[in-house]
């Protein structure tokens, strides 16, 4: 499942929920350097739990690496 971040119309951040039937993941999730600090990357991270919840994960795995000042 991907998930598209805009601002403005815009294409700013994305993520991917990679679900199977015994688990589900959040993976490369990135925003634009010039949005980042902003709330979109939570705002990602929140939809594809709120998308795992709706499916009946009771667990989602994430690795989340910043780079840089993300």
């Known amino acids: 499942v991907h998930f598209l971040a805009r601002f ?7 993520a991917t929920l990679s679900v ?14 010039e949005y980042r600090k902003t709330g ?18 009771d667990q989602v795995m994430a690795i989340l690496m910043p780079k840089g000042m993300a």
């Open 20 to 33: 199977s039937p015994s688990s589900a993941g959040i993976w490369n999730l990135a925003t634009l350097p």
């Open 40 to 57: 979109i990357g939570a705002a990602l991270v929140h939809a594809a739990l709120v998308e795992a919840k709706r499916r009946q994960y």
């Open 8 to 14: 403005n119309g815009i294409p700013v951040g994305t």
